[in-house]
């Protein structure tokens, strides 16, 4: 019993984890953000109700400067602050603001959104299993271990979904009129919006796939479906 002693603490822990998480994640949310109003972006966002049959999207700013777009484990769809000046300032478009907006209702409609959550606090109780373990044979290097091998299991799980997010995305703005185009013009831009330096990998960027491979991806589901009509 003794040796599934640190397996069970971890599941304990990961689930505390969740729970605060959550609750955090929240009270952030709600205390730093305010219903996006802008006449441009709701046309735009009407188009994408539209095709999926609904009366409206909210969409909130998340007062930030960081150039990001979330989906909340509720199903909210926030845009920072830092990526709506960008648009303000015409260095991203109005349907390049649509493509983010359509992304992340990828991670809602696909469970990404609450699922993070669950993955966040299982790859805590993950991480602390290991070094528990680990640590016991390898008292120096079992943490670093622990830590490698969490972060590259996260980083491909979110990879992963942001792929199927992009699929829904481009399926999304297609059926609304707007089109793939602006998704891929805005992937070109990233790296210069999130002020990338040269052999510095911005946040946003490191547990998404590159930028080459994302177009690509779109390039093919485009052939995909052209064959297909």
Do not use: C
């Amino acid at each position: 019993m003794l040796k599934f002693t640190p397996i069970l603490l971890a599941l304990l822990y990961g689930l505390a984890m969740y729970r605060v998480s959550v609750w955090r994640t929240h009270r952030e949310l709600d205390a730093k953000s305010t219903e996006l109003a802008d006449a441009r972006l709701k046309h735009l966002t009407d188009q994408l109700a539209a095709a999926l049959g609904l009366a409206r999207i909210p969409v909130y700013i998340y007062e930030i400067d960081p150039v990001n777009g979330l989906a909340a484990p509720d199903g909210r769809i926030f845009i920072t602050r830092g990526f709506y000046r960008k648009y303000r300032n015409g260095e991203v478009t109005g349907e390049e603001m649509a493509s983010v907006i359509a992304h992340e209702l990828g991670h809602v409609a696909l469970g990404h959104a609450r699922r993070r959550m669950l993955d966040f606090s299982g790859q805590n109780a993950l991480r602390t299993a290991l070094v528990m373990v680990l640590g016991r044979i390898i008292p120096v290097a079992g943490v670093w271990i622990a830590n490698a091998l969490t972060g590259l299991l996260a980083a491909r799980l979110s990879r992963g979904d942001e792929y199927e997010a992009d699929e829904y995305a481009a399926a999304l703005l297609t059926k609304a009129g707007i089109g793939v185009a602006p998704q891929k013009s805005l992937f070109t831009k990233l790296e210069k919006l999130t002020q990338s330096r040269a052999g510095v990998t911005p946040a946003w960027l490191m547990s998404h796939p590159r930028t080459e491979e994302r177009i690509a991806a779109l390039d093919r589901l485009e052939a995909r479906w052209n064959a297909q009509s």
